[in-house]
């Protein structure tokens, strides 16, 4: 949704945004509760489209078997009604591909009459290329807010780093939902080989934003291992999360899949180098050494020695968060996404 609240404030008001899917995401009510929400859904849907003003649906989904369905059936409505469709997939991952020769047909059936294909990886893409889908594909990113980045300069970055020198401080920053596949239990433990290395000149703190469905189970594990300098924030939006990635140095994002996670742009929007798995879209954009660098899935030790790396690096770290600056405000920027957006929806 972060992705959709941004980008309103960006495009011209010829667009229309229609709800559907869960409210709560990602807890649910229930089966019979979602089913009776999710065909409620679809009546309004169809109401909508009796006005006979709307030329185009675009429609977010991921490659579930239950979204599958749900947005299958927008896609197919609207092109029995004669109007152009593009499907967005912004949820993808290994394991959900391998799920999709289950129900492949259904997939393909719903999604392939599509005009249009928008994905966020180039390996996303050659996948639905292998599959059969002929039209075009088009890979995009996902954004940062602009407005988040106010303060944001190349001297502002050269500043932070003067700081560092002096302080010897670096504050690891974690921000997404709190769940194993994130990575989270792995940087923690990650920070716990940090604290126990007797060598290292660097006071480290991690700051942990998010929340999620192993929250109570994180907050326990951290009771028994009794780890200091670790801040849980919870759930941050507005001013609170441009302060969590202003007030950081380094970002880390151990997470076992994704698309292209909001998360890692807006931390380059913010000038900070990244720490991350080659998961999705990201390993399209991201050079290790430029940009940060790779970790591997499920390996604390790992983690601990490139943060070790970076921190004893303190010039290249400088460089990673200039050039991450640049990049995000080159590609990211939710300016430039939306005008992107629009070129897409104007040529279908």
Known sequence: MNYYSVLRDELPGNFEYFERGARNWPYHNGFFTELKRALSDFKKFRERLIEKDIRLVQTSTSLSFSTTIRDGFFIRYSKKKGIKAIVFFRGWDAA???????????????????????????????????????????????????????????????????????????????????EARKGIFELIEAFRI??????????????????????????DWLKVLKLENI???????????????????????????????????EAMGFGLPVLTTPVGGITDFF??????????????????????????NLDLLCEMSLNNYNLANEKFRSDRVAERIQKIFNNV
Request: glycine residues 6%; charged residues 25%.
């Open 96 to 178: 959900a591909e391998a799920k999709v020769k289950n129900y492949f047909y259904i997939f393909k059936f719903f999604f392939f009459k599509a005009d249009k294909i928008i994905t966020l990886s180039e390996s996303s893409k050659t996948t639905l290329k292998n599959w059969g889908y002929k039209k075009e594909i088009i890979v995009e990113t996902t954004l940062v807010n602009r407005d988040l980045l106010i303060n944001i300069s190349e001297e502002y970055i050269q500043d932070k780093f003067r700081k560092i020198k002096e302080e010897r401080t670096i504050n690891l920053l974690f921000l997404s939902r709190i």
């Open 194 to 219: 940090l604290s126990e290395n007797p060598g290292n000149s660097f006071r480290y703190i991690l700051t942990i934003c998010g929340d999620g469905l192993e929250m109570e189970k994180m907050l």
């Open 287 to 312: 050079i290790p050494g430029k940009h940060g660098n790779f970790i591997k899935v499920n390996s604390p030790r790992d983690i601990a020695d490139k943060i070790i790396f970076l921190t004893m």
């Open 231 to 265: 801040v849980i924030k919870g759930f941050i939006d507005g001013l609170q999360k441009r302060e969590a990635f202003e007030n950081a140095q380094l970002f880390v994002f151990p997470s076992h899949g994704e698309g292209m996670p909001n998360a890692v742009l």
